[in-house]
Structure formats: C-alpha cells, structure tokens
C-alpha cells in the first residue's frame, strides 16, 4: 500500500517510515515532493 503524506521534509519521512518498517507494516510513504507538489503550506495556521 502507498500512502501519501503531507510533508516536504524527508527526515520526518524517513522516520515514520522506518517506524513502519519496523513494525512489519506493508506501507511505501509518498511525500508531496515525491508526486510534484511544490506549493508552501502553512504548518502554523490554527484551523477552527
């Protein structure tokens, strides 16, 4: 299974997905920059 995860930045990535790894899970993480997303999202914005 694939699952894309919402981040730019590969050491949150790597982490995660050695976690998985890991713990035998059958998942490929795909980051934003991994299928061309290139557009600054705004981690600090407080959503209601």
């Not at 997905?17 to 999202?41: A, M, P, R, S």
């Given at each position: 299974?694939?699952?894309?995860?919402?981040?730019?930045?590969?050491?949150?990535?790597?982490?995660?997905?050695?976690?998985?790894?890991?713990?035998?899970?059958d998942?490929?993480?795909?980051?934003?920059?991994?299928?061309?997303?290139?557009?600054?999202?705004?981690?600090?914005?407080?959503?209601?």
């Amino acid at each position: 299974m694939e699952i894309i995860y919402a981040t730019s930045n590969r050491g949150k990535k790597d982490q995660v997905q050695q976690f998985l790894d890991y713990n035998h899970y059958d998942v490929k993480l795909i980051t934003l920059n991994d299928i061309g997303f290139e557009e600054e999202i705004d981690e600090n914005r407080k959503y209601l």
